[in-house]
């Protein structure tokens, strides 16, 4: 019976007083290697171990620690000085902290695997579904905004609706900074969120709409700012992401059924017959893509909107909460809430009709040439 390596302790070697989101490197560090389960050891002394070493002198995503955890012997390096290493031995794990010390090239390489960050190294993030380089650059104090953003921007989502992707990220930018700075946590600010969200629910139901849609507004921003702070932080928790998803997903149906009763208010209520089947589609709609989306993930190991770059880019626009929201604003702008959520239901049928083919056209992809690979795996086709 083979007997299970045991995990490596985690070390970060040299003092760098510069501050990232408010931590010091052996800060950042320590969370990162204390969210893997990882014992973290004091440097002083030489290594007696195999261990995983980090460099003070440098910043880097938590992608590379994920990979370099993951592969005894690596040795990232940046600018011929290695930045992070799984040293696999006492002996290579001194020689590795030496260097890292001096901030020199390493005067040999035998028994390590070294992957220089200038040969463009990419990683496929299946939680954030995307494949990048992600970052690695010195920390020094000139370049601490330049990582901030590097960092923010890093903890992205690659596959997600378009506002998310591309309105709200300058804006949760800087509210995630400012965040940071006054240590306000991830789980504030999704309190502070689903208030807001609460608030619009309201809104809408006695059909003040664009009151609503800016209560909405600031609860969506927030709603990406949380879970930036927790990753740029390291601060990431199990109730943090019950909470904060638990919130994704009971609210919208509220919002969709308020956003009916409140036309009332505007001498626009639909009949009952109208009321029950724009109800039914965006209800049903909404619960039918979340089960077919399970089911993809059941059957298949991946997101349905990993599969090919159709998927992700379909995403984009799908009938989620944020896409439906544009819908319902451009509606507004016509003042006719009405005539928008029953666009919203039609587009929540389009939407899961093409969930449903997507779902039957994997099955039989997977019959005929075996497990299905996402694009965004290394050498998939797109």
Same mark, same amino acid.
């Given at each position: 019976?083979? %007997? ?20 010091? =490197?052996?800060?950042? +560090?320590?969370?990162? $290697? ?57 002996? =290579?794990?001194?020689?590795?902290? %030496? #260097? !890292? ?18 040969? /463009? ?21 000139d370049t601490v905004r ?48 689903? @208030?807001f969200c609460v608030v619009?629910? #309201? ?10 849609? #800016? ?9 990406? @700012? ?11 928790? $199990?109730? /943090? ?5 638990? !919130? ?13 009763? /409140?036309?009332?208010?505007?001498? !626009? ?15 049903? /709609?909404? +619960? ?9 993930? =059941? ?32 509606? !507004? ?50």
């Amino acid at each position: 019976m083979n %007997e299970v390596a045991p995990a490596p302790p985690v070390a970060t070697i040299g003092h760098n007083p510069v501050r990232l989101w408010g931590l010091i =490197s052996a800060q950042r +560090v320590g969370r990162i $290697a204390r969210a893997a389960k990882l014992a973290v050891i004091d440097p002083d002394g030489p290594f007696a171990t195999p261990a995983i070493l980090a460099n003070a002198a440098h910043a880097w995503d938590p992608a590379w620690f994920a990979l370099v955890l993951s592969r005894p012997g690596m040795v990232l390096i940046l600018n011929g000085v290695p930045a992070l290493a799984h040293a696999p031995d006492a002996a =290579s794990a001194n020689r590795i902290a %030496e #260097a !890292m010390r001096r901030g020199s090239p390493l005067p040999r390489t035998d028994g390590l695997e070294a992957v220089a960050f200038e040969s /463009g190294p990419t990683i496929e993030n299946k939680q954030l579904r995307k494949r990048e380089t992600p970052f690695l650059l010195p920390l020094t104090p000139d370049t601490v905004r330049q990582i901030e953003r590097a960092s923010y921007f890093g903890a992205y989502k690659g596959v997600t609706d378009l506002l998310t992707k591309y309105l709200w990220p300058e804006w949760a930018l800087v509210l995630t900074r400012i965040c940071a700075r006054l240590g306000i946590t991830p789980n504030m600010v999704t309190t502070i969120g689903a @208030v807001f969200c609460v608030v619009a629910t #309201a809104l809408f139901a006695y059909g003040h709409y664009w009151a609503g849609m #800016a209560a909405g507004l600031v609860f969506m921003v927030l709603d990406t @700012v949380d879970g930036k702070l927790a990753r740029c932080t390291i601060t990431s928790s $199990a109730w /943090g992401n019950v909470f904060d998803h638990g !919130m994704d997903l009971v609210h919208p149906p509220f919002w969709w059924w308020f956003w009916a009763t /409140g036309l009332a208010f505007w001498g !626009m209520a639909y009949d009952t017959a109208t009321f029950w089947w724009v109800q039914a589609a965006i209800q049903g /709609g909404y +619960v039918v893509q979340r089960l077919i989306e399970g089911a993809f993930i =059941s059957a298949h190991g991946m997101h349905i909107h990993v599969w090919r770059r159709f998927d992700s880019r379909f995403r984009l626009i799908t009938a989620r909460r944020n896409p439906n929201m544009v819908i319902l604003f451009a509606s !507004m702008l016509f003042a006719r809430p009405d005539l928008g959520l029953i666009a919203v239901a039609w587009w929540t049928v389009v939407s899961c009709l093409v969930h449903a083919v997507r779902l039957v056209q994997a099955s039989v992809a997977r019959a005929r040439q075996g497990a299905l690979v996402s694009w965004l795996s290394d050498g998939a086709p797109a």
